[in-house]
């Protein structure tokens, strides 16, 4: 049976989401944001003239986040990056994770009412990149904020 042919079923739209970074409320200038996804590797293993496969190591694949900068929201990146061991003038060995441990950083999907329909939790989350967009005169288009999140794992529920 087809979801079009029941009135009672209702297909979750691309528009319908909130992210959730740390203790904040939903952010909801972000304009788009990719879903977790897996990556399995596979081994193969020749047995005469059969190979045989295996699956192997699953990968998660980093997220990407557009928001509109509104406010000065991109700097509070900025100042996360900082806080997990970024420091512009040198004298730290590297950045750590640790800041990000205790973060809640989620994705929900909604239902038309509002009310969630799945929920993304990603596990230790990270930080991996901040690119703001490019200015021009030419242009009235909103300033944007793209940040990509490396994880460990993600569940869904």
């Known amino acids: 049976m087809t979801f079009w042919s029941t009135n009672t079923l209702e297909p979750l739209r691309k528009f319908r989401f909130q992210i959730q970074i740390g203790n904040d409320s939903s952010i909801w200038w972000a304009k788009s944001v990719t879903q977790p996804s897996p990556d399995v ?25 557009v928001m509109v900068d509104v406010g000065g929201k991109g700097q509070q990146f900025y100042s996360e990056l900082t806080g997990s061991g970024y420091n512009p003038s040198g004298g730290t060995d ?64």
Do not use: C, R
Not at 41 to 65: A, C, F, R
């Open 41 to 65: 590797s596979m081994s193969e293993y020749q047995l005469i003239n059969h190979k045989i496969k295996y699956p192997g190591i699953v990968t998660w694949n980093d997220i990407d986040i």
């Open 94 to 157: 590297g950045m750590i994770k640790e800041q990000y441990k205790k973060e809640v950083f989620s994705i929900q999907k909604l239902k038309a009412d509002g009310t969630p329909a799945e929920t993304w939790t990603l596990i230790n989350p990270f930080i991996k990149s901040i690119k703001y967009s490019d200015l021009d005169y030419s242009s009235d288009d909103l300033v944007e904020v793209s940040i990509t999140v490396a994880y460990d794992s993600a569940t869904l529920t």
